[in-house]
């Protein structure tokens, strides 16, 4: 203690500083000024988007980027429950978030006296999606309390941790506390694990590695492991773009029957911090994917080592741990090649041709956008091409393609998503790829973007409606209904916010529009519409 004394929000400011805070994301209200008291003398920027849930997605995409949490300030009651989706969505990609919010004072909680914003139980509720959810009933706890947080956030799987802070804590005089950041806690296999690991790695005739965005920080090395071993990598959606032009990488969902088959046929597989759930392993629900007899699992969080696939080999560690102790392990030496590249090179052209010539014209868009913008951040929402893409496409680089269509799923997490990642890397091209219906779910984001100066460029997908749904309806025999809401001019709704914006006639100009809206600083807008734009799709 220093003996100066601080308000619990300047001293929350110092904590957040101290942890490497250099953004926060938040709308701020009477509920929650208090913390706002130290923010206008500190080093932090604010962003304010139009909603929570905005906040939320930014705040997602931004982690995603950056590496580090993404942290929300929002009021008390509806500020929470409006971000709540983002929440979840970060629970279920493992993306580290902290929000922190409000809460009425501590002599009301649990009364149920119509105060403002009140909830019969505030944290109790936002504890069901939260990897640590607490009350700061005491003020003299809050350097106690942020530190467990980090520590959370940076240790085991991420996720989304909350803080409330009860109104008449906040404005509360503490002595300043030792700012202190919290160390992360990364969990390491023992030797006996590992070496066994290895033994079966030296063996392996046709081995193949899993990839998802738990493997991602390790990519490095298990691009090594992947080369000593002679092993195609397969990547989950959150791992795209981590082994880009490699000649062992297959960029593919292993829905897919070509994937799959490569997996089935292998002698051995490792899977590096993927949770192998439906929207990866199996989006079509056709139970499909192969029984596993040798696989070595690697994650960080014991929970997802019970579910599953059962593996001959659990370990518990983080991807950088457990990847470097196996390049150890296993040595220099030299082994019989696997075929490896050609298996790659295979399954990449058994895959696209997999696919419908629809979703190959999707995933040829992509490809522009990725050729044209060298670096290029794609941040998705679901739409048709996002969903192509998904199942196959190389990105150009780590974290180059994310999205809200696998896991929780939700609509509208594009936008503000894209202006969390333009905020994280203000230097590298992102491009929001958004349809017609999920934009209008975040449609004020744009104005949000504008505010912070975020170069994004919204590529919208306008196909009039929820094609996928509608076709979903058709396909099962049901009449379509609800499917069509029908959609503003974005080019006028571009312009009422003071957006440069082009429609396109055919795809082909896509190229030179996304560099010519490259040299624009802050956001800008393209439309494709599925039908008048010539070449959109096959």
Known sequence: MSGELKTVGETLIDLLEVNGVDVVFGIPGVHTVELYRGLAASNIRHVTPRHEQGAGFMADGYARVSGKPGVCLVITGPGLTNIITPMAQAYQDSVPMLVISGVN???????????????????????????????????????????????????????????????????????????????????????GTINEAASRCLAAKRPVILVGGGGVPAAGDIRTLAERLDAPLVTTTNARGAFAGHPLSVPASPSLKSVRKLIADADLVLAFGTQMGQTDYDMYADGGFPELHNLIRIDIDAAQLARGPQAAISILASAENAVADLLAAIGTGNRPEAGGAARAEGVRSATLAELTPKMRAEIGILDKVRDALPGAIIV???????????????????????????????????????IGAAIAEPEAPVVCLTGDGGLQFTLAEIGSARDAGANVIFLVWNNDGYQEIETYMVENGIEPEGVRPSAPDFLKIAEAFGLPAQRLAHVDELPAALRKFRQHKGPSLIEIHQTKTAGATA
């Not at 679901?382 to 999205?403: C, D, I, K, M």
């Open 105 to 191: 004072a501590r002599a009301t909680l649990g009364h149920g006296r119509g105060r403002l914003h009140e909830l019969p139980d505030q944290r109790g509720m936002i504890a069901t999606l939260a990897l640590m959810s607490h009350t700061l009933h005491e003020p003299e706890d809050l350097a106690d309390v942020m530190e467990r947080a980090f520590a959370i956030l940076r240790s085991g799987r991420p996720g989304p941790v909350h803080i409330e802070i009860p109104i008449d804590v906040m404005s509360a005089r503490i002595e300043a506390p030792r700012l202190r950041h919290a160390a992360p806690l990364r969990p390491r296999a023992d030797m």
């Open 380 to 418: 998705g929402d679901s739409t048709q091409a996002v969903y192509a893409g998904n199942l196959y496409y190389e990105a150009g680089r780590p974290h180059g393609w994310f999205n809200a269509a696998t896991g929780y799923g939700a609509l509208g997490y594009g936008p503000p998503a894209a």
